[in-house]
Nanobody, 124 residues
Framework: QVQLVESGGGLVQAGDSLRLSCAAS????????MGWFRQAPGKEREFVAT????????YYADSVQGRFTISRDNAKNTAYLRMKSLKSEDTAVYYC?????????????????WGQGTQVTVSS
């Protein structure tokens, strides 16, 4: 079955960097667009970034534009989210998700598979 496993979360200081990974299995990874979403305590889950199947197209939420970079390695069946200049408001559980048909997408409902999430805590 399809599995998405996030890793790389942790506790960091404001201004630090962190790289999240999302390892996929049980699917033809290169056929899927990938997305990162996050959910802060007491808030709804929100879109962070998305990347097309080939990696040629990316799209970011305004709140992370210029600080976060999404990428993928189709040979390793892994998507990444590089986060820099982290702020306390970036504290959340980060989820990766996979969407069929490979094009970038910010709407959560369009994603078919989801990981369990990884906690990122940024202390100020």
């Amino acid at each position: 079955q399809v599995q998405l496993v996030e890793s790389g979360g942790g506790l960091v200081q404001a201004g630090d960097s962190l790289r999240l990974s999302c390892a996929a299995s049980g699917m033809t990874f290169s056929s899927y667009a990938m997305g990162w979403f996050r959910q802060a305590p007491g808030k709804e889950r929100e879109f962070v970034a998305t990347i097309s199947w080939s990696g040629s197209s990316t799209y970011y939420a305004d709140s992370v534009q210029g600080r976060f970079t999404i990428s993928r390695d189709n040979a390793k069946n892994t998507a990444y989210l590089r986060m820099k200049s982290l702020k306390s408001e970036d504290t959340a559980v980060y989820y990766c998700a996979a969407k069929v048909w490979g094009l970038v997408e910010r709407r959560e409902a369009e994603y078919k598979y989801w990981g369990q999430g990884t906690q990122v805590t940024v202390s100020s």
